[in-house]
């Protein structure tokens, strides 16, 4: 790596952690050809041994015990220790929680920065979010809304760069789909707008039409409870399964078997947040399956209306129900969605999509 460009990546969401920005961050840092990456990122039980495993070289900040916000005051200030070892040509702040440091390494010692914005993190932190935009050289934004979301805090056009997040594409094991109409879902049971709820009151109609129908819902968190009652309360308990976390290999298998991918993502109140891009929705399509999903957010780029999937209003089950019946039932229009939207993932590969991030980055390095 002697001689390349040196980038400084600060992130309070790494692996082992799961979650969507994640991800990114470890696969931007991983596919990265032309700089030389160095991770910030907290630490916890398993991140030795994720480490031990892993290309990218992070430096991990040791977690203060149930106290996100002291983490987060630990992990910038140990930034700009590692800056001052590392001495990075350029700083990537992949999340706004890390601005701060990242701000005070641009004004003191004249690094270029880049900020990253996901969606959500701008309408729960606008005040912060302003601050990161102000402060850093170019804003990365994964999509049009948060495009639209980083010019309502004060991103300048000249300053924003569209790039969407990339999706893996592990080698595919095709298998029969599952006998009966199989719809799936895979996100975390956390927060309200990914429309786990519109699907459950959609269900009742989907069952009218397809008695057998099946819904599998992939994924975590403090709402199962509640989504659980709300079947009970639509009578359709025995048609949900809330599988919790599951292992990559299994959710793959899950998506080879399903008939049809749903998650019909709505904008929270003010339409600040939402799905930030969705790269589940591409990750779905990689194994050929339609692709249900809301009409507003990120959704809107990672799904061709039409072409990969359809676009519904999220708020609206009769939509959700009438879009799921009618690639359940039409089988072909299901096939040639599915293949095309298989076709469309490879357009976000990493290597594709890490190369265009390096591209802004060596461009700041070089002005």
């Not at 987060?72 to 992949?94: K, T, Y």
């Not at 997040?165 to 006998?179: I, M, W, Y």
């Not at 009218?208 to 992939?218: G, L, M, N, Q, S």
């Not at 049809?260 to 930030?276: D, I, Q, W, Y």
Request: hydrophobic residues 45%; charged residues 25%; aromatic residues 4%.
């Amino acid at each position: 790596m002697a001689g390349k460009p040196r980038v400084l990546i600060l992130t309070p969401d790494f692996p082992p952690a799961s979650g969507g920005i994640q991800l990114v961050v470890h696969r931007l840092a991983a596919t990265m050809s032309r700089l030389d990456p160095l991770v910030v990122a907290p630490g916890g039980e398993e991140a030795a041994g994720f480490d031990s495993h892993s290309s990218v070289p992070v430096r991990r900040v040791p977690q203060v015990a149930l106290d996100h916000r002291g983490t987060v005051a630990r992990l910038n200030l140990d930034s700009l220790l590692a800056a001052r070892d590392f001495r990075p040509d350029c700083v990537l702040s992949a999340h706004v929680v890390t601005s701060p440091s990242a701000a005070l390494l641009r004004r003191r010692f004249n690094i270029p920065v880049a900020q990253y914005l996901h969606g959500s993190e701008v309408g729960a932190r606008p005040r912060l979010s302003a601050f990161a935009v102000r402060h850093a050289d170019v804003t990365i934004a994964v999509s049009r809304h948060t495009c639209d979301l980083a010019r309502r805090v004060g991103a300048s056009d000249d300053a924003l760069r569209r790039i969407p997040p990339g999706v893996d594409l592990p080698e595919r094991h095709p298998q029969p789909r599952a006998a009966d109409p199989t719809i799936i879902t895979v996100a975390r049971l956390a927060e309200a707008y990914k429309g786990h709820d519109t699907i459950i009151r959609a269900l009742p109609l989907v069952r009218a039409r397809i008695p057998k129908v099946v819904w599998i819902a992939i994924g975590a968190g403090p709402r199962r409870r509640q989504l659980e009652r709300l079947a009970e309360i639509y009578g359709v308990r025995d048609t949900v399964h809330f599988l919790g976390e599951v292992t990559d290999d299994e959710r793959d298998q899950w998506l080879e078997r399903a008939h049809v991918f749903t998650m019909p993502s709505r904008l929270p109140a003010k339409g600040l947040g939402g799905e930030g891009f969705g790269i589940v929705y591409l990750e779905a399509s990689w194994h050929e399956l339609p692709v249900v999903a809301g009409n507003a957010g990120g959704a809107v780029d990672a799904v061709d209306d039409g072409q990969t999937g359809i676009l519904v209003n999220a708020t609206d089950s009769v939509a959700v129900a009438d879009a799921l019946i009618r690639l359940l039932v039409d089988r072909d229009l299901a096939r040639k969605l599915g293949r095309r939207g298989a076709a469309r993932a490879r357009e976000f590969g990493w290597s594709v999509i890490a190369g265009r991030v390096e591209d802004v980055l060596l461009s700041m390095i070089g002005r």
